[in-house]
């Protein structure tokens, strides 16, 4: 199930967005820079994809040249660049977000608060227990 589960939810919303035209990899992209709501280092946007830092940059050099992301230089880290979405991607991740948040209540809507505190609790556990094991 936890394998099963993200994977259809990905699946469906993929299914949901497909009208705007990205794949799932840049949709991705899009809703984490959208929700996250300020500019991103690499490193960071990588790993909330879910993805590695080299293949994010590849997919960031397409968004890029389509005009959905810029990049700039980290003030603190020289070394660094943080992600930001374009103007022109702002709206457009505006109504990803609007897609996503209205896929979320129509598949927890049947969950009560309680049941869905103790889901969350459980994969929390889950996952901590996982970086634990990674250390």
Known sequence: MLVAVPKAWRALLDQRLRPYGFSQATWQVLLKLGRAGEP??????????????????????????????????????RRAKRVLLTAKASQVSGELLQ????LKAELLGGLDQAELQTCIKVLAQIRHAAEQAQQ
Request: hydrophobic share 50%.
């Open 99 to 102: 897609v996503a948040d209205a």
């Open 40 to 77: 991103l280092l690499q490193n960071e946007l990588a790993a909330r994809v879910g993805i590695e830092p080299a293949s994010l940059v590849r997919l960031l050099d397409v968004l890029q040249a389509d005009g959905w992301v810029t990049r700039q230089q980290d003030e603190q880290d």
